[in-house]
């Protein structure tokens, strides 16, 4: 295997690929722990992912401003090469590159919405579990990066699709992405990704599987929904929300397209959608500082569940999940004894085709499952679906 040096960035590209039930893997991911303001810009980081995500080309290229990452919470260990050397990767739906080997003699590009990658391609083997070892996996050797803090790359589970582009000469090729050669090596049967994230306030209970979904996970049944056809929404996880409520006030009125990405930290919603949602709390207010949503304490005890209709289905976050428990504040760059919360805004009106995204609260009360296999997006409840909010 070819030594890494230490700028070495190994970006893992993920889709679950498959045809029956059984060889999935299901792996624990880690919740960073830190001290300090390390979610600090977040909310903004969120925002410029949300409008790199509206506008990426299939080029894979463009310039867009940088964001810190070093909010970003759930990574998975990779091993690299034989012996394997590990890595920290963050497990994210937005993306689908893997970057380290022999040389293919393609050069590599890719630019997320707070940060980018460049390098050179290469061939190696993956470990992802003991006994879930890839073969021959293209991957690439960072040579330039910026703003993955605190990580050493990303591991992206999105449409093979989004790797189109990223190649250099060859920019109509299609990298092979770990899940697709995973199943040509018959390590699993299915298209199919399961995630579940533990809530902000436990360390538990945090895994990813692949080939699969893991029963034990979840409870009742998984709700599927087909990813959406509309533009640029469907490049991704893209599903529709036919509905969104907040009490009595309806924050999205009609069947709208938008993404669940495991790479965004908050709930965020259209600007008009969230100017609804903003007033129906009585004194809530955007801290321009911290970049979240600030709610007064007298609102608090009157807050009513925020409903996401999707299909038939509603799935609720109720006001413990809107909420950032009080002791996180200084890890969210905010002050002391304020209550913020987990929604914010995108950044443009709805009608862009991108009008919601769906992240890591969400998956913090639900199942999430990436069936590649039929296209499609679903959820289950978890032992945290039901949580109950204590200031």
């Known amino acids: 295997m070819r030594s890494l040096s230490r700028r070495a960035l190994l970006f893992v590209v993920l889709i679950a690929a498959s045809r029956s039930t059984s060889s999935l893997v299901t792996i624990p991911l880690t919740k960073l722990e830190r001290t300090g303001s390390y979610l600090q810009g977040s909310p903004y980081a969120d925002r ?11 080029g894979g290229s463009t310039t867009v401003p940088a964001s810190n990452l070093a909010y970003v919470q759930y990574t998975t260990s990779v091993g690299v090469g034989s012996p394997a050397t590990y890595y920290n990767l963050v497990v994210d739906t937005g993306s689908s590159n893997t970057f ?7 050069h590599v590009n890719v630019t997320y919405g707070g940060g980018f990658f460049t390098g050179v391609e290469y061939s190696d083997t993956v470990t992802l579990a003991p006994d879930f070892v890839i073969a021959k996996q293209s991957i690439g050797d960072a040579l330039q990066y910026a703003n993955f803090v605190g990580v050493d790359g990303i591991i992206g589970v999105g449409p093979v699709d989004l790797t189109k582009g990223t190649l250099s000469p060859d920019k109509n090729t299609l990298i092979p992405t770990i899940m697709s050669n995973a199943l040509k090596q018959g390590l699993i049967q299915k298209q199919i990704l399961g995630v579940l994230f533990a809530p902000a306030t436990t360390y538990n209970d945090t895994t990813i599987t692949y080939g699969g979904i893991d029963h034990a996970l979840y409870t009742g049944e998984i709700t599927y929904t087909p990813v959406t056809e509309t533009h640029p929404a469907g490049r991704y996880w893209g599903i529709n929300v036919t509905e969104s409520t907040y009490g009595t006030h309806t924050v999205i009125p009609q069947s709208t397209a938008g993404i669940v990405d495991t790479g965004t930290t908050l709930i965020l919603l259209a600007d ?15 801290d321009n500082n911290a970049g ?15 409903n996401f209709k999707i299909g038939d289905t509603v799935f609720s976050m109720d006001t413990a999940a809107q909420l950032i428990p009080l002791d996180q504040n200084t890890a969210w760059g905010g ?7 987990v929604v914010g805004h995108l950044g443009a009106d709805s009608g862009e085709g ?3 995204i769906i992240g890591q609260k969400f998956m913090e009360k639900y199942y ?8 499609r997006v679903g959820f289950g409840n978890t032992e945290h679906t039901f949580s109950t909010y204590s200031p």
């Open 48 to 58: 410029a992912r949300a409008s790199f995500l509206k506008t990426r080309t299939a």
């Open 100 to 106: 380290v080997g022999v040389p293919t003699g393609q």
């Open 272 to 286: 008009d959608f969230f100017a609804v949602y903003l007033g129906a709390i009585p004194g809530a207010y955007v």
């Open 368 to 375: 999430a499952v990436f069936d590649a296999d039929s296209n």
């Open 292 to 306: 979240l949503i600030v709610i007064p304490p007298s609102s608090v005890a009157d807050m009513q569940p925020l």
């Open 335 to 341: 002050q002391a004894g304020v209550q913020y919360g």
């Open 354 to 356: 991108l009008d919601f």
